[in-house]
């Protein structure tokens, strides 16, 4: 199931050790939910589509062979960024995590499917503030509102670096109250690749934006973001 998802919906044709990992992924996943709650998607058919599917559709906005480093803010139990990485294993991968359980959960992760990736405990707008211009790349899958999430991760962009949101159905009210955010941080909203995942299981808007200049002073502290917004 897991090879025709990925040739349907990507284009992309997964290896049987590709494959061997996405199942002890599901495995360790669904052995560690048991006793410490990860995720309410249990079963095998939506895992695959709703985590490791909508997890790689990230992937259709760019040419990932051309990412050298990339920071995924809020992973949880580790998406987008682990299946990314089993399809691109050459990226240089930072995960950030605020919850001491979705930490433990991905550092044993790595040894179980022995790949190569740093986990950070630590609030994401924390993380940004000393680790400015340092990524090609950063992901952010259900962590909070876009003039947030924007305020956190563009900072970390090197200039020209992306940084790919996965939205929902209000995908567009949240790009017009992302427009003064955009504009504070010199970056552009360059495409939206909006699909429905199969089985009618949800709509996703990824929404990729580019950051074109470096402002300095952000992100703020926390209880001023949540204060102002941008």
Do not use: W
């Amino acid at each position: 199931m897991l090879k025709s998802l990925f040739k349907d919906n990507l284009n992309y044709n997964l290896s049987k050790e590709q494959i061997n990992l996405f199942t002890k992924y599901y495995q360790k996943l669904i052995e560690y939910n048991k006793h410490t709650n990860l995720t309410r998607i249990t079963s095998l058919d939506d895992v695959y589509i709703k985590h490791f599917l909508d997890s790689v559709m990230l992937t259709k906005l760019l040419n990932f062979n051309e990412v050298k480093s990339m920071c995924d803010m809020g992973s949880g139990a580790g998406f987008p960024a682990i299946p990314i990485l089993i399809l691109y294993p050459k990226i240089k991968m930072t995960l950030i995590d605020s919850q001491i359980k979705r930490v433990t959960f991905l550092n044993e992760l790595k040894k179980e499917l022995n790949l190569e990736y740093t986990v950070i405990h630590e609030r994401a707008e924390q993380y940004s503030q000393e680790n400015t211009l340092k990524f090609d790349l950063i992901t952010v899958r259900a962590l909070t509102e876009l003039p947030k999430i924007l305020e956190f991760g563009i900072p970390m962009l090197k200039e020209k670096g992306y940084l790919i949101a996965a939205k929902g159905s209000k995908y567009e009210e949240e790009i017009i109250a992302s427009m003064n955010a955009l504009n504070i941080l010199k970056s552009k909203l360059i495409k939206v690749d909006t699909f429905n995942l199969p089985n009618d299981t949800g709509f996703r808007a990824n929404l990729l934006i580019q950051k074109e200049k470096h402002i300095k002073g952000y992100p703020r502290e926390y209880n001023q973001i949540l204060k102002k917004p941008l």
